[in-house]
Nanobody, 124 residues
């Protein structure tokens, strides 16, 4: 299974960006999907994830209230809407997934498949 993250780019502070996570040759209907990011010199951070069952979600404190994760089954896509972005949001963003087992995992170690990453740069 190949996950693909897209939608990154350069955005000004306070602006918005929407990232997309899609899968080739597979449906995401039974997958939990998470978004992670890694800035230069920093550890990878799990910022949000969503279940495939009841749509339950998790947000890290660093993005809570600004980012929204959503799942669109018909499009086989999970989006990460990023609003009110800050320079500290600059990082490579990755989407990752695992086959749903009933519990929403926050740790990157629990995710089996990863996309290639998309760069987000917040700068004026």
């Amino acid at each position: 299974v190949q996950l693909q993250a897209s939608g990154g780019g350069l955005v000004q502070p306070g602006g918005s960006l929407r990232l997309a996570c899609t899968a080739s040759s597979s449906t995401l209907d039974y997958w939990a999907i998470g978004w992670f990011r890694q800035a230069p010199g920093k550890e990878r951070e799990g910022i949000s994830c969503i279940s495939p069952s009841d749509g339950s979600t998790y947000y890290a404190d660093s993005v809570k209230g600004r980012f929204t994760i959503s799942r669109h089954f018909a499009e086989n896509t999970v989006y990460l809407q990023m609003n009110s972005v800050k320079p500290e949001d600059t990082a490579v963003y990755y989407c990752a997934g695992y086959v749903w087992h009933g519990f929403l995992e926050r740790s990157a170690a629990e995710y089996d498949y990863w996309g290639q990453g998309t760069q987000v740069t917040v700068s004026s």
